[in-house]
């Protein structure tokens, strides 16, 4: 059973970076493919980008400009980086499992509510 | 941008029916995956590769595709129903995923 364990914290100044870390179990990394979806107050869901197991990325056009996702195979942990944050970021930030390109979104973190405030 | 486009909400008396729509372009070359979402809770999967129930969503979930819409179907609709639904699909021109905007389902 894949589970996700979502980490970090949950309140960022403007214009600094979120970060946020997934920490996997169940399943090594390695394989198949892992997500970072975001949910503004109130709103609907919106993807930001993934990685694949070989470690390549794929980002939301959105968010190309100002994100980073990476991976920590010796700690089975995914991360999410996102610069120059506005209030515009806050938002229910989700890490998620899929088993490949195509598949839906099976398994999710438990979220993390990360809000941009001075 | 591709966009999918849900109806705002549907409400529906308990023991009745439900259908959430989902429209967008050139959906037979896509597969589109549905999600509940109850208030403080993660989406969960409850239809996938258009018509299929991952283990564990009970039968009276179903899904069906046809043309350039999508539907949910929702029989004898249970209390416990009542939710946020989300369409998805993968590798549109402008964007690797799109979701779309919800059907926030209200059980009369």
């Known amino acids: 059973q894949v589970q996700l364990q979502q980490s970090g914290p949950g309140q960022v100044k403007p214009a600094e970076t979120l970060s946020l870390t997934c920490t996997v179990s169940g399943i090594s990394i390695s394989t198949d493919y892992w997500a970072w979806i975001r949910q503004s107050p109130g709103k609907g869901l919106e993807y930001i980008g993934h990685i694949y197991y070989s470690g390549i990325v794929l980002y939301s056009p959105s968010f190309e400009s100002r994100v980073t996702i990476s991976r920590d195979t010796s700690k089975n942990q995914v991360s999410l980086s996102l610069s120059f944050v506005t209030a515009a970021d806050t938002a229910m930030y989700y890490c998620?499992?899929?088993?490949?390109?195509?598949?839906?979104?099976?398994?999710w973190g438990q979220g993390t509510l990360v809000t941009v405030s001075s | 941008s591709y966009v999918l486009t849900q109806p705002p909400s549907v409400s529906v008396a308990p023991g009745e029916t439900a259908t959430i729509s989902c429209g967008g372009d050139n959906f037979v070359t896509k597969s589109v995956h549905w999600y509940q979402q109850k208030p403080g809770q993660a989406p969960v999967v409850v239809i996938h590769?258009?018509?299929d129930r991952p283990s564990g969503i009970p039968e009276r979930f179903s899904g069906s595709k046809s043309g350039n819409t999508a539907t949910l179907t929702i029989y004898r609709v249970e209390a416990g129903d009542e939710a946020e639904y989300y369409c998805?699909?993968?590798?549109?021109?402008?964007?690797?995923?799109?979701f779309g905007g919800g059907t926030k389902l209200t059980v009369l």
């Open positions: 590769y258009d018509r």
């Open positions: 998805q699909v993968w590798g549109t021109d402008t964007d690797h995923v799109v």
């Open positions: 998620a499992w899929l088993s490949g390109y195509g598949a839906p979104f099976d398994s």
